[in-house]
Structures are given as C-alpha cells and as structure tokens.
C-alpha cells in the first residue's frame, strides 16, 4: 500500500534499494581537467559497441561508470572497448560490485540527515557515489559480498531510524499477512493478554498512562542476569512515576539522576535509599549543583572540561567519572544521537590529554569513565565498540575501577521488529570484560526499562472525513505523549474496545491540541472507530508523562499501575 499522505509529506527517504552483479569500470586520465573532450570521447567508445552505462562519475582525472544491468553486453564487444579505452586511458574493471542506493524524494534538502546512513560505509570501500540528476535517489557502489550487511544497516539508520517518516503504509511482512482473510491479528502483549483489566482500570476516565508493574520487573531481571554487567542504574529522566521507581529499587537497580530534583523526588519516592546508589550526571549546569552534589556526597560525573577549569578547588580529593565523547552518536532520530561533535555532551578524545592535565592540577581523582551514544540502538556491538574506546582512556587514569557504557538499548516497535538481543551483548560485553578485566561495567538503561510497561489510553471524541484523509480525534494529545512530534517516533495504535475487529480504515490519530503537527500515528489501520471507543497507544512507558505539559492549558494523562 502506497499512502496518500505521501502527497503531503516532505522531503524524505522512502526506502533502500539494492542491486547486485554490477560490474564497474573506472578510467584514469591525468589529463582529464585539461582536456574537455576526453569524457565526450570515452563515453562515445560505450556507446559505439553498444554497452550501456547505469551510473557516472567524474572528478580531475577519472571518470567511472557502471554498466547498466539491463543491457547485457557481448564478451567480443566488451573485451574491444577495454581495448579502445586503453589506448585512451588507463582501465581498470571491477567485477562484483552492488549498487546501494536510497530512495524518495529531494534527498538533497535532507543530506545532514542521512549522516547515520553515511556513517555505515565509513569502514568499507566504496566505488561510486552517485546522486540523481532527479533527486530521487543517492546511490553507493561497493563489493556485493558487503550488500545484505549494509543494505539492512542503512535501512536501520535511515528509514527504521525515523527520516522516512510513517508515509509506506504496512511493512512487508504485514503485505503478506494481508493475503489472508482480513483479521485482527495482534501480538502476544502483555497489554492484549490484560485487555480487560486496562479497560476496568481506566473507569470513566477520558485518558491515562497505564503501568505493568510485571513486564518492568521482567525487564530489570533480564538485565540484572547478564554475567558480564557488574551494575544497572536506571535513568530515571525516562518515567519518575514514584511506584515505578520503587518497583525498579526493590528490583536491585541502582538509579542515574541528571538534576537535584531527580535526586530529591528519588528520595521521597524510595525513602531510605543511600547515595551511593545514585550517579549524578549533569550537563551544563550553574556552579551551584556541582557544589550541592560534592557536598551531598554523591558520584559526580562531569561531561566537558569547564567546571575543571573555572572551579578546580571544587573537586580537590573528590572521586569523579568522565562522561567521553565516543566520537558518533546513534539512535532513532538526531534529538536523541548524542555522540559526535554534533552533540553537547562529553569530552571528545582530542581534550583528553587537557583533561589529564586539570585533573592532576585540581587533585581530583578519576574513577569511572562514562559514555552514552544515544537511544533506540539496536546493534550490540554498539556496546564493544564504546566499551573499548572507554578502556583506552581509562588507561590514563589510575584509579579508574568502573566503564560506564550508558543505555540506549533498542526496543522493539512495530510488529516483526525483532527484540533486543541481550546475549549478544553479554557476549559483546564479555570480549570487554576479557581484554580489560580490571574494570567493572555498568549499564545505563532508561527507556528499555520501563517502554513496554507502559500505555497510554485514550477514548475517541470525534472522527472527520476530509477529502480522501480520515481522522480519528482522541482525548489527549502531544501535551501527554509529544515523542510522535517532536522525534517522529511511531508507537503502535490499536483499539482496544474492537480488538477482535477487521482492521479496514487507514486513519490518522491526532488530539485535542491546536497544532498540526498533533498526530499520534498517520495512516494506521484500525477498525471503524465510534465515539468513546478506547485506543491503546503502545510502548508509551518511556518519555510519555515524564515529557509531558499543560499546553493549551490541558492537563495531561495521569498515570496508573496495575
């Protein structure tokens, strides 16, 4: 299904094309900003023994092309226009090559956002790159033995990673589910296995956030069992809902605060809990918060090299971790990538000899070295690469116990997306543990905690037909759950009051809040909804309540734990 919104929609990569068997044959000339014929006349040899040319590319003194697939070519033809050319040039052919390309629409206007897609060629030879006169696609050559790799990675940092959008309709897999008689046909969720509890739990109510209470603690288990991880501390900016909180201390996690009202809201949420279960990680704060946590006795960790050095009488005999930039970021959207020079946080690698040098000066002792490439990270190597990059600077400080390899672990969206693979990053993690077993690790989860745990109901108010685009109006909006608008973020809708039903309406949900962009999800299927019908909104654990506000005055969801 191609979706109408497609219209509408802005500049955008719609999908990642592959195409293997290309054979690519490059012509080195040093004459050839000299000579403006040369191109003219190479090009004229293809054409005389008529072998076709898919993609092009000139620079100074080379000019390379791809064959085109399509047309192919006889070995007596090919072999004499090598033999023309060289009398040219010098010709170097290069068999198996694939083409790499992706697709959609102005992808000129959006080249800052496909960095993530650039960045996974980074360690392989790349042929061609090549960018449609039309500005559909951008294409990349590079050996067919790396396609199948590469192609998923750039469709996972690119299109699963939010640029596309939610403008293709179904998943492939979904298209061949359509083959079967039309049926709702859910996951096996914790959220469709308690169906009726969550409609009993939220009454007459018009809206609320509701909480698992037992997938959060399957969650932490997971993570507490990994044989590698010395200790998981929760970032608790994700959800501080204060019955979660003490779910998730009961549990052994330890907590990760980036504010002195996280920290006091953790302890009177978990009376009784000790400081020394809590990092403190703030990021350009006033003087006033390093002094408060130094004095509270908390861990502190500082992520750039300014209180070092306009406060270094702070920090004399006091214990720290470095936050470090890993170099690149990654994650869903750009918001949340927050590695790389692009990014606020962290001391990059070429500050760590300064770093080095204002610590011994302000005689501070460093004892943890701490990075956070980003969120919604599916890869786990991810992990070995940061934990390694961490080890090699740790090797500059002496006291150094602890690798503090962040969070972002990846969760799971849309139907088909596999789960986050926990043993390959115990076995990522272990290859750390192996090469540099002095230290301890630690894990940062915030979201993979307490996403899944969460839901957010709301009760249809109004459905609107406008033109070909159908609207179904729900009673909360962006003021409850802004992770759609602000990060492009797609969470699974469903209604819960039809579940059984067909799923025959391509609708997009939006709220009560003036604002366009206050959509929840664009072209889902649904059943045909009805006033006061209630729709499930899915992994809404995470940055649901904790991000929420009083815009236009309406007070967002409460929260509920069942």
Not at 25 to 38: E, Y
Request: charged share 20%; aromatic share 6%.
């Amino acid at each position: 299904m191609i979706s109408r919104a497609t219209r509408e929609s802005g500049p955008q990569v719609k999908g990642v094309s592959a195409r293997p068997g290309i054979t690519l044959i490059s012509l080195d000339h040093w004459v050839v900003q000299h000579d403006d014929g040369f191109v003219i006349r190479a090009l004229a040899l293809f054409r005389r023994h008529a072998v076709g040319v898919a993609l092009i590319a000139t620079s100074p003194n080379n000019v390379t092309v791809t064959l085109d697939p399509d047309e192919p070519v006889d070995v007596e033809a090919r072999q004499a226009l090598l033999d023309e050319l060289s009398a040219l040039c010098h010709v170097r052919v290069v068999e198996g090559c694939a083409v790499i390309s992706l697709v959609g629409r102005r992808i000129r206007s959006i080249l800052p956002l496909l960095a993530p897609a650039f960045r996974v060629f980074e360690e392989q030879q790349i042929h061609l790159v090549s960018q449609a006169a039309n500005d559909l696609n951008f294409s990349f050559v590079v050996n067919q033995k790396q396609m199948p790799r590469l192609v998923s990675r750039v469709h996972d940092s690119v299109v699963k990673g939010g640029t596309a959008g939610g403008t293709l309709g179904p998943t492939w897999e979904a298209m061949f589910d359509a083959i079967e008689p039309p049926a709702t046909r859910h996951r096996d969720t914790w959220w469709i296995r308690r169906r009726g509890d969550l409609i009993a739990a939220l009454g007459d109510r018009q809206h609320a956030f509701v909480y698992d209470a037992a997938t959060l603690c399957a969650a932490a288990e997971s993570l507490l069992s990994m044989p590698s991880v010395d200790r998981v501390l929760y970032a608790m900016k994700a959800n501080f809902n204060p019955g979660l909180l003490q779910l998730i201390s009961a549990a052994g996690v330890d907590f990760e605060c980036v504010s002195p009202g996280e920290v006091q809201h953790l302890k009177r949420a978990v009376p009784g809990i000790g400081d020394s279960r809590i990092l403190f990680t703030p990021n350009f704060a006033p003087r006033a918060e390093y002094e408060w946590a130094v004095a509270q006795g908390l861990q502190l960790t500082l992520d750039n090299l300014f209180p070092l050095r306009a406060w270094p009488e702070l920090f004399a005999g006091v214990p720290l971790f470095i936050r470090i930039d890993p170099g690149q970021g990654q994650g869903h959207h750009e918001h949340v990538r927050t590695g790389g020079v692009q990014s606020k946080f962290g001391v990059p690698a070429f500050e760590v000899d300064e770093l080095e040098a204002l610590v011994e000066r302000a005689g501070a002792r460093v004892v943890g070295i701490h990075a956070h490439a980003g969120s919604g990270i599916p890869d786990p190597d991810n992990w070995r690469v940061v934990g390694d990059t961490l080890a090699r600077v740790a090797e500059r400080f002496p006291d150094v116990e602890v690798l503090d390899l962040g969070g972002g672990l990846g969760v799971p969206d849309r139907v088909g997306e596999p789960p986050f693979d926990l043993d390959a990053l115990d076995a990522a993690l272990a290859e750390i543990k192996t090469a540099w077993p002095r230290y301890r690790l630690w894990l940062e989860p915030g979201r993979y905690l307490v996403a899944r745990c969460g839901v957010l109901l709301a009760r249809v108010t109004q459905t609107k037909g406008k033109g070909e685009h159908s609207y179904v109006g729900i009673s909360t909006g962006m003021n409850s759950l802004i992770r759609p608008a602000l990060y492009g973020a797609w969470h699974e809708i469903v209604n819960l009051t039809r579940a059984e039903e067909p799923a025959t309406d391509a609708v997009t949900v939006v709220g009560p809040i003036c604002e366009t962009g206050d959509r929840l999800g664009t072209d889902r299927m649904l059943p045909p909804c009805r006033e006061n019908d209630i729709l499930l909104i899915a992994n809404a654990g995470a940055y649901g309540r904790a991000m929420s506000s009083r815009y236009n005055l309406r007070e967002p969801a409460d929260e509920l734990i069942v």
